[in-house]
């Protein structure tokens, strides 16, 4: 097990790398800079001497492994959107909205869709399965935005029972965390139906009822521990939707999280800063894979160990 | 009173456009320490039958009906859940066709075992551990505890068949029912298992029900055939007497189809194919197939007459 883990650690290490390369070498291929001006150019040789203090007017590679050697030490740079700062004070108190409403928003949808799941699937064709299905299909093809506009419409201005957006009173999650939590709720209510439904028609069922084991036995012990190994697969498509999710429910609720600095930073050319966070999504998803594989192979005696022993 | 008691079995699964008639009035018995074989072609019912017997059919879709589903005295189709489940495993075990897809890939072989005898019977983790053991040693695996340790994907299927017998006796069945034990077994595994199974029935006294469709599984291994063909029995005869006088046209040609009974001889086969079981020919299911057919084959399902001792079939050429 500590070998498959190295080995998944030094997988994930070289993609790192590789992703970030590719995200520099984007970001650059961008026309136009950081100090291009707009309304109020720049005089020419002003421009040149704040790109040369950037180190903007050195070569790509040079420029690149200026900014990941820094990386590795801690220093993500100076954001070119507020230069009086450093990119980790701007995104360290922006991540703490992003990171509390979507971590709670997947704490709390998860768990539900499982339980939605496990009913629709013990109930196939009635109406409990019908509902899950409906919130299914519903939660998984309204885009966040619109779910977001609906809440707001009905719990801020018809019912007047919450607050239509703000930050940092709890009171004021609660709409962007219901947004936030359709999406795993959806993922996982879908995938654990199908997952157990396919575990429920496999024979090996047959034969632990042919055993005069329980139904709840047969049910909680093998059917739900078999259906979570397709689950743990379900784990990154969510970190995706809560990932993206964020650039729409914080601009819908007005939170100040990490959202909107993914839409400002590409727009201004902020390089460290769009930098920053694209390493830090990248990262995400890395621990994401690094989380379902381990999960997977602890689930999946095949994968743990493969060959035959006897 | 009979071990395994059935009569007018039905046992059908409606479908959107129409009902799957899979057995349509089957009766036979079983006795403790009798081996019965039940013998026919695929999509006779056999199988259905004795997943029914043990209620494992799952209702809905399946519909069964019988005048009478008994097993060790208890009324299957009356019980409940809960006493059918006390009743699977301990009263009435049941060996599958395909070991490879019979146990759950997540838990090790010992840990199955083991839960077997924990749903029947006080007994600590350990000791129905170590008792899991003794069953792997009893079916003839030599390593026991490495196999207890392993999980089903490490194993080879005449390996797992054999775990899967050690399971199905860990709580002393009175009745086994093999559902085509050694169908997915290579040739020279299956003859180790019928071997295994015939002498641990004789060891434990259980009855067994041999479900195949293997005549020459049946030779070996049992004492009293039934054979099915439409979801009924067409025949049913001690064992010998199958093999050398049978009575009904359908073993007749069953047994013309059965290669090695003498060097040279050339097969005959069964023209035409299975019946359709969601549209069954009227009359008696064979007789569009059967050589000896007349009108009255094909208007009327003839009576069960006695054809000898402990031998009975249905045929209007017996009558």
Redesign the interface.
């Known amino acids: 097990m500590t070998r498959f883990i190295l080995q998944r650690l030094l997988s994930v290490a070289t993609t790192f790398f590789i992703v970030s390369v590719i995200i520099f070498l984007m970001m650059h291929s961008i026309p136009g800079g950081p100090f291009d001006g707009g309304e109020m150019p720049l005089p020419p040789a002003v421009r040149e001497r704040i790109m040369a203090q950037y180190g903007l007017d050195q070569p790509l590679y040079v420029q690149y492994f200026k900014y990941m050697g820094g990386v590795l030490q801690g220093d993500f740079g100076v954001p070119f959107q507020a230069p009086g700062q450093t990119v980790v004070s701007l995104l360290s108190q922006a991540w703490i909205p992003s990171l509390v409403l979507g971590g709670l928003g997947v704490l709390i949808g998860a768990p539900l869709g499982i339980l939605l799941g496990i009913a629709a699937a013990l109930n196939r064709n009635t109406w409990i399965d019908y509902l899950a299905s409906a919130v299914a299909t519903l939660g998984l093809t309204i885009p966040v935005f619109v779910t977001s506009m609906i809440l707001i419409l009905v719990f801020a201005v018809w019912l007047n029972w919450l607050p239509s957006s703000g930050w940092p009173e709890p009171h004021k999650w609660i709409l962007p965390i219901t947004a936030y939590a359709t999406i795993p709720l959806a993922t996982y209510a879908r995938y654990t139906r199908s997952a157990m439904l396919d575990t429920l028609n496999?024979?090996?069922v047959?034969?632990?009822?042919?055993?005069?084991?329980?139904?709840g036995?047969i049910v909680y012990t093998?059917v739900l521990?078999?259906s979570s190994?397709p689950m743990v697969t379900v784990f990154l498509p969510m970190f995706i939707g809560t990932a993206t999710g964020s650039i729409f429910v914080e601009s819908m609720f007005r939170v100040p999280g990490l959202g909107l600095f993914f839409v400002s930073s590409i727009r201004t050319r902020d390089y460290p800063t769009e930098m920053a966070l694209m390493l830090m999504l990248t990262l995400m998803f890395c621990v994401a894979y690094i989380i379902s594989d381990i999960l997977y192979a602890m689930?999946?005696?095949?994968i743990r160990?493969g060959?035959?022993?006897? | 009173m009979h071990l395994v008691e059935i009569s007018d079995l039905e046992v059908s699964f409606p479908q959107a456009d129409g009902v799957v008639q899979a057995v349509r009035g089957a009766s036979f018995h079983v006795d403790a320490g009798e081996s019965l074989g039940i013998v026919g072609e695929s999509g006779s019912g056999k199988s259905v039958t004795c997943m029914a017997a043990l209620r494992l059919l799952r209702q809905p879709p399946a519909r069964i009906s019988a005048s009478r589903l008994n097993v060790d005295g208890t009324d299957m189709l009356a019980a409940d859940k809960r006493k059918l489940a006390s009743l699977r495993g301990r009263v009435a075990a049941m060996v599958f066709q395909d070991p490879m897809t019979a146990f759950d890939p997540v838990f090790t072989i010992g840990y199955q075992i083991g839960e077997t005898i924990r749903a029947h019977r006080e007994a600590t983790k350990a000791a129905a551990r170590s008792e899991a053991e003794a069953l792997l040693a009893r079916v003839e695996i030599r390593n026991p505890s490495a196999v207890a340790d392993s999980y089903p994907h490490q194993l080879s299927g005449g390996m797992l068949q054999r775990a899967m017998i050690a399971m199905a006796l860990s709580c002393q069945p009175r009745v086994l029912f093999a559902d085509e034990p050694t169908t997915a077994l290579d040739v020279t595994v299956q003859a180790q298992i019928l071997q295994l199974i015939k002498e641990l029935q004789a060891e434990l006294g259980m009855g067994l029900v041999m479900i195949t469709h293997d005549l020459g599984v049946i030779a070996e291994t049992v004492d009293r055939v039934v054979v099915m063909y439409g979801g009924r029995v067409m025949e049913e005869a001690p064992v010998d007497a199958i093999f050398d006088a049978p009575q009904h046209p359908y073993t007749v040609a069953l047994m013309g189809s059965m290669p090695g009974l003498a060097p040279g001889r050339r097969l005959v086969e069964i023209p035409g194919g299975s019946p359709d079981p969601s549209n069954p020919p009227s009359g008696c299911p064979f007789h569009p197939r059967c050589t000896q057919a007349d009108a009255r084959c094909a208007a009327e399902m003839p009576p069960v007459v006695r054809t000898g001792p402990q031998a009975q079939a249905a045929c209007w050429r017996l009558t």
């Open positions: 496999k024979p090996f047959t034969v632990l009822r042919a055993k005069g084991l329980s139904e036995r093998h521990r078999n190994i689930l999946n005696p095949r160990n060959g035959r022993s006897t």
